[in-house]
């Protein structure tokens, strides 16, 4: 497969291969257009990551690191992050489709030597805008170095390699990681003493070590006994090489810190005058995410319009059936789609679930608008982490008896809507729900008014 071309799923014209590692091999690839492969100038290019299923279903735990991998990658999108567009499978292999980055790896920058210091200020500021994002998400990388960040054809910074990457779950019940991973020059100090440790915090230090490294040309600990270089970074015992600026010093000196607990956070890096000079932070809510397709802002004054509907709209049964379809879409064998929008049947009156919906979410110190035609707009009085959350609930009539209600996050941060709803919102409706989409677990009503549980097909 080397040499040849080939088309993958008519979607993508598969290239040169990139390069290998133990399971999985990259290639070059083009994305197939209106059925013909375009010239590379009309077509996106993407990089193919082939992953062997067999090599990796013989090791234990892998396939649940590339399951992780997945989610993270779903998980994190910004603009100094490679992109994961696709996730496909055959019985075989397992395809990664990925953004393409043609500028190579910044290590191939830093192997040439130290580079000037606004130079390496921009691409640690790249750096740290995308870590910090992963850290709102929970995910920690785990494996930050020159080698893991890419350049684009602009020259922007793009963090890669999510494969050693944790999120909360992997959280023991000490509040605390416990895997050792890394490569060793890079990796925090309470990382290799085996005793737990906070992932952002071990990122941070890792930060340091690439920030010392863009400044200096050469790693900060060295030695060409492996044992000689713990003991180093078990001490932070490095050097401050004369070039280096004041400031550019202290932020070292502060990120560079032993005791987890006293090396500088996140939110304080971002406030040093180091970091800040020439900061435009790249705003990583501005790229779409898969919300309802009814939530862009040209459609924000028509839910808000009062109308003289008095009966929600009819949801054919075919519609109702289709929307429930997962579809043929290979990537769910791997990873949980979060809910973005999130559905439920109930035997309760349109007019009762208005009013139902209305009274929970004001109880949740939101502002809540209800119209007409059957929808009700939400939106929190606090801001997050992207503005206020704000959600839309809207009623479908099915047939006389039964009802389609749709939750779609309109605005905000994605995993506070998460939190949201499944923390308060769905446990607040389950007296009206008859059936909740996607659950295995389907309540029915029974004549006497209760319900009973009973399993769903």
């Known amino acids: ?122 691409y640690f500021q790249q750096l740290i805008s995308a870590v910090d994002f992963c850290h709102s998400r929970g995910v920690s990388h785990r494996d930050l170095k020159p080698e893991n960040l890419l350049l684009d054809e602009n020259g922007d910074l793009k963090i890669s390699d999510f494969g050693l990457s944790a999120l909360p779950e992997q959280i023991l019940q000490d509040g605390l990681l416990h895997t050792q991973c890394g490569t060793p020059a890079y990796v925090a100090p309470e990382v290799l003493r085996k005793k737990g440790y906070d992932g952002a915090k071990a990122d ?50 502060k990120l560079l810190v032993v005791d987890p607990d006293r090396r500088i956070s996140m939110p304080a890096i971002m406030r040093t005058p180091w970091l800040r000079k020439n900061f435009a932070p790249p705003l990583a809510f501005k790229i779409d995410e898969p919300i309802c397709s009814q939530s862009d802002n040209e459609d924000e004054a028509r839910y808000w319009e009062e109308t003289e509907q008095i009966s929600p709209k009819f949801f054919n049964a075919f519609e109702f059936i289709s929307s429930m379809s997962s579809g043929f879409d290979l990537s769910s064998l791997f990873e949980s789609k979060r809910k973005l929008q999130s559905v439920f049947t109930s035997r309760s009156s349109a007019t009762e679930i208005m009013e139902k919906i209305e009274t929970v979410t004001k109880e949740m110190n939101m502002n809540v608008k209800t119209t007409k035609d059957f929808k009700v707009k939400m939106e929190g009085k606090t801001e997050g982490r992207k503005g206020r959350l704000s959600l839309t609930a809207e009623v479908f009539e099915v047939a006389p008896e039964i009802s389609v209600v749709e939750f779609c996050k309109s605005a905000g941060d994605t995993l506070e809507y998460d939190r949201l709803y499944e923390e308060q919102v769905r446990p607040a409706l389950n007296d009206i729900v008859w059936s909740w989409h996607g659950d295995n677990t389907t309540v029915n009503q029974r004549p006497d008014g209760n319900k009973s549980t009973s399993q769903g097909c």
Request: include cysteine; aromatic fraction near 10%.
């Open 204 to 253: 941070i230090w890792s930060c340091g070590v690439v920030l010392y490294v863009l400044l200096a040309g050469c790693l900060p600990f060295q030695d060409e006994n492996l044992m000689n270089m713990y003991r180093k970074i078990f001490r932070a015992d490095f050097e401050l090489p004369p070039w280096f600026s004041p400031e550019s010093r202290r932020l070292v000196s």
């Open 1 to 122: 497969m080397d040499e040849e071309r080939r088309i993958l799923f008519g979607k993508y014209e598969m290239g040169r291969l990139l390069g290998k590692g133990t399971f999985a091999k990259v290639y070059y690839g083009k994305e197939i257009i209106g059925g013909e492969s375009e010239s590379q100038s009309q077509s996106e290019s993407v990089a193919i990551k082939v992953i062997n299923k067999e090599q990796v279903l013989k090791r234990p735990g892998m396939m649940d690191q590339i399951k992780r991998e997945i989610s993270v990658m779903r998980l994190v999108r910004h603009p100094n992050i490679v992109e994961l567009k696709e996730v496909m499978a055959t019985k075989t292999k397992i395809f990664f489709v990925m953004e393409f980055v043609r500028g190579g790896e910044l290590f191939a920058k830093v192997a040439k030597g130290k580079l000037h210091e606004d130079a390496a200020r921009r």
